[in-house]
């Protein structure tokens, strides 16, 4: 069975960081994508960043450019999603998925992704 574990959300001021993992089981992590998407309310889900297998290919949407990374730890079986200098419109459920496979590229859309986390609130104020 495969789950995935979100954590280190909160509230934070704006200008803040915060850093988000994403903790996997039941699958093969070293050969699997992983992706943060985020959802405010009102609006849809939408992608954030991906890193594919090997940890190679980092795409991120142009909004968290220069201000979010994401990373792997593959013999933790974690990813990461560092988040710096966040804004108001930051504010949302984040979620991490994972897309099992050898890929150059991870996917950079919700479809692409086979499993999901459950979500977490990340929540910055101005």
């Known amino acids: 069975q495969v789950q995935l574990v979100e954590s280190g959300a909160g509230l934070v001021q704006a200008g803040g960081s915060l850093r988000l993992s994403c903790a996997a089981s039941?699958?093969?992590?070293?050969?699997?994508?992983m992706g943060w998407f985020r959802q405010a309310p009102g609006k849809e889900r939408e992608f954030v960043a991906a890193i594919n297998w090997s940890g190679t290919n980092t795409p991120a949407a142009d909004s968290v450019k220069g201000r979010f990374t994401i990373s792997r730890d593959n013999a933790k079986n974690t990813s990461y999603l560092q988040m710096n200098t966040l804004k108001p419109e930051d504010t949302a459920v984040y979620y991490c998925?994972?897309?099992?496979?050898?890929?150059?590229?991870?996917?950079?859309?919700?479809?692409?992704?086979?499993?999901w986390g459950q979500g977490t609130q990340v929540t910055v104020s101005s």
């Open positions: 998925a994972a897309k099992p496979g050898v890929m150059t590229r991870p996917p950079q859309i919700a479809a692409g992704y086979a499993y």
């Open positions: 039941g699958l093969a992590f070293r050969t699997t994508n």
